[in-house]
């Protein structure tokens, strides 16, 4: 009997034994599945999504040109006799550049003048005669004829002699020059390039949805390269009215009053402002994954990150305009993006 009572003692005892070594795996085996889990979580950074009020902002570049850059035609003929202009000169509109050969216009000038003052004292005394019945109204219509004939003669003659003295079409800095003296033109003959970039425009290009944002006369801030940290201000004159083949519309933006530095074929920044606020969404421009055309984020969820596609348009400084995709109240992964997949489970740090 005492022998049993042994027995079933360290078989109760082995039972304890055994409960509390179960007991202990469970509870270590728990504890490593939680340390697991915890490693195997990604760490990221997130934000809630907000409604905000702004005001649209985008950029687009472009290459500065001059708003007149003239090739110069000469419209007389004749041999160069003296040049006043040289490549580099600053010139102002109808300032005499070159002279031509004009001792034949001025002889053909001199004769088709008095050519037609004869004629016109020949009309008077027809007009006279024709009043006392001594002249007969064909006459004195053929005598008219020839007068206002030869008027026309002297009129071109004029034109041609004033041609002679090749003026400058508009105020402005000569950068090349073709001609030299001795040379002969004819009308057609390239004399003077001529470029005035005291006014100047760049042309550049909006998506369909930007070009609603932005009206003619509208002020731009515009940034140029070579002069970093330098603005110049300047105008929208042109809005295109129809897209090109990348469906962007151009825009036509002008620079006056800038400062001498500014050369045409510097490249540009041009920076938009709409007038308008605009209530929507706004998140950081490092929570977008993927194209401006197949933009998508992470949304946080009990500690999943799900892939979710967006629409987004136009940048608000560091931030990017959303359309399509989230709602005010999503939670977003903004930092730790090169370690996020779909579905991968996350630990959150601020």
Known sequence: MKKTANILLVCAVLAVIVLV??????????KTRMVADASS?????????????????????????????LK???????????????????????????????????????????????????YERYKSSNEQGGVTDQQLDNIRTQMVAAESRYITSRRHLSDASVKAPISGTIYRRYVEVGSYVNPGTVLFDIIDYSHMRAICYVTGKQVLEISRGQPVTVECETFPGETFTGKITYIGEKADRSLNFPVEITVAGHKKELRPGMFVTIH??????????????NAVSGSVQSAHVFVVSNNVANKRNVIISNMVGGQVEVLRGLQPGDSIVTGGLINVTDGIKVRIIQ
């Open 21 to 30: 070594l179960v007991s202990n795996k469970r509870s270590t085996e728990r």
């Open 72 to 122: 110069f035609i000469s419209d007389a003929s004749g041999r160069v006799v003296d040049i006043f202009a040289d490549e580099g000169s600053v010139v102002e509109k109808g300032k005499v550049l070159l002279q031509l050969d004009d001792e034949m216009l001025r002889a053909e000038a001199a004769s088709s003048g008095a050519a037609l003052e004869g004629l016109k004292k020949d």
């Open 272 to 285: 938009f402002n709409s007038a308008a606020m605009k209530k929507g969404i706004l998140i950081p421009r």
């Open 41 to 69: 979580a990604v760490v990221v950074r997130t934000a809630v999504v907000k409604d905000s009020t702004y005001l649209v902002s985008f950029s687009s570049s472009g290459v500065l040109e001059a708003l007149r850059d």
